[in-house]
């Protein structure tokens, strides 16, 4: 029997499952990283695609097996499949792209990013579960800025100097690619300064690997002092199933409010009607639509890129059809910026 969405958040209300470190860490040692392999999971022969497969010199391909699990067989036009599969596209040298369209490669502190007013940016791991091809990081110099107890500590100092740094957001990477002992130790730290209120996480961890959501996470981010918010990264309604909800369940429980932000991406999720039903599939899974982001220049993923024109054709649809809490907000991250431009619809 097939549940829909509100009898399976029903059902898992009696029923909280939380994983052990163990059980994602394992996932994460079984991603894949050839793209023959990730098409043979798929039942795609590759004879027609094996051009493809040289892109990921660029950027190396890594898929979790829970995603690719959402993606349809036989299908190479699956728009999860898209994200993240390499296409010769990416050689092409376009003009106005750049290895960092926000500018982000020069660091306050080792690992740390003071881009906006109040709140600093933390790499608190290099690396990530998943490789989305558009990444505006995808030439981030993590081998520069890969962080440990020692690196971070300069890090802390600089946050623990500037009392108008209220929030801290944990970035990377991806976070939680770190182990939960060291995003406690890390905690603990900013825990002791008094003027840092909120936490915020940014992640796609727990979207490509529902088990990276344990039971020690949870109780950290219940127990400390710090308000915290979680914002994931989900691009398309085919990305949340019931092992993603099912797994979002203990930090729902545990009031833990949870955003999302989306990128708007050509052939993926660039029409009205599929972003209308990822904020409504969003919200039924007590995630809040927060951001839809212009796509950020970065050389070799320019075939992602949607116009800004296009972009209010497709905004303003969706306002014609969800009601205002379930708009996220068109924005485009600018260099040099102290917040992100929100796009004028009119
Ligand atoms: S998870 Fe985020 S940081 Fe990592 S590759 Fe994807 S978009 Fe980039």
């Given at each position: 029997m097939k549940l829909e969405l509100p009898q399976i958040i029903t059902q898992i209300d009696d029923d909280l499952h939380l994983c052990d470190e163990k059980s994602w860490q394992k996932d994460l040692r079984e991603v894949i990283t050839k793209p023959e392999q990730l098409l043979a999971l798929l039942d795609i022969?590759?004879?027609?695609?094996?051009?493809?497969?040289?892109?990921?010199?660029l950027f190396p391909v890594r898929v979790p097996m829970p995603f690719i699990k959402r993606m349809k067989k036989g299908d190479f036009d699956d728009p999860l499949l898209k994200q993240v599969m390499p296409l010769t596209n990416e050689f092409k040298q376009t003009e106005g792209y750049t290895l960092d369209p926000l500018q982000e490669h020069d660091t306050v502190a080792e690992g740390l990013l003071h881009k906006y007013n109040n709140r600093v940016l933390m790499i608190v791991k290099a690396g990530c579960?998943?490789?989305?091809?558009y990444c505006f990081r995808r030439h981030f110099p993590y081998e520069d800025n890969s962080p440990n107890k020692k690196r971070w500590q300069s890090a802390l100092h600089y946050i623990a100097e500037n009392s108008s740094i209220s929030e801290v957001i944990f970035s990377g990477g991806d976070p939680l690619m770190a182990s939960d002992e060291h995003l406690k130790w890390l905690v603990e730290q900013l825990e002791q300064i008094p003027h840092v209120t909120r936490l915020r996480i940014h992640t796609r961890l727990p979207v490509v690997i529902p088990n990276r959501v344990t039971k020690s996470l949870v109780t950290l981010l219940k127990n400390t002092r710090l308000k915290p918010v979680m914002v994931l990264h989900i691009n398309h309604p085919n990305e949340i199933d019931s092992e993603l909800i099912s797994a979002l369940e203990p930090l729902r429980a545990a009031r833990i409010p949870l955003f999302n932000q989306s990128v708007l991406l050509k052939s993926v999720n660039d029409n009205a009607q599929t972003l209308i039903k990822l904020s409504e599939t969003l919200f039924d899974a007590g995630i809040q639509p927060y951001y839809l982001?212009?796509?950020?220049?970065?050389?070799?993923?320019?075939?992602?890129?949607?116009?800004e024109q296009e972009a209010v054709e497709i905004a303003n649809s969706m306002l014609a059809n969800l009601p205002g809490f379930l708009m996220p907000k068109l924005v485009r991250e600018i260099a040099g910026q102290a917040n992100k431009t929100p796009i004028n619809l009119a």
């Open positions: 022969a590759p004879d027609e695609y094996l051009q493809h497969f040289k892109a990921r010199s579960a998943v490789n989305c091809r982001h212009l796509f950020d220049a970065v050389q070799g993923a320019a075939h992602f890129d949607v116009s």
